[in-house]
């Protein structure tokens, strides 16, 4: 069984920063990448970013110059560090993990956490 545990969201004015936090446990094994996904009332889950193993990363338009992922010396651990944010970053953040369970043929399997809630108010 693959867990994973977010921390760090919560109320923020607008400007204001916020670092995310993931820890994925249990059979993790062959791990190809680490992210966030994000879900607002109304709207669909969107991609925020994504950190392979190799290190390169990608970030959805809305969120590029302001927020920055990167893998934590700790196994299995993914950050996001969140600046300037405005209202609409306002959503659940939700941690993901992309396991290679095979290569030849290749197979992928993806894990996502519980999420935690970011609010940007005034």
């Known amino acids: 069984q693959v867990q994973l545990r977010e921390s760090g969201g919560g109320l923020v004015q607008p400007g204001g920063s916020l670092r995310l936090s993931c820890t994925a446990s249990?059979?993790?094994?062959?791990?190809?990448?680490m992210g966030w996904y994000r879900q607002a009332p109304g709207k669909q889950r969107e991609l925020v970013a994504t950190i392979r193993s190799g290190g390169n990363t990608d970030y959805v338009d809305s969120v590029k110059g302001r927020f920055t992922i990167s893998r934590g010396n700790a196994k299995n651990t993914v950050y996001l560090q969140m600046n300037s944010l405005k209202p609409d970053d306002t959503a659940v953040y939700y941690c993901?993990?992309?396991?290679?369970?095979?290569?030849?043929?290749?197979?992928?399997?993806?894990?996502w956490g519980q999420g935690t809630q970011v609010t940007v108010s005034s």
């Open positions: 249990g059979s993790i094994f062959s791990l190809n990448s």
């Open positions: 993901y993990i992309v396991m290679m369970l095979s290569e030849f043929p290749p197979k992928l399997s993806e894990y």
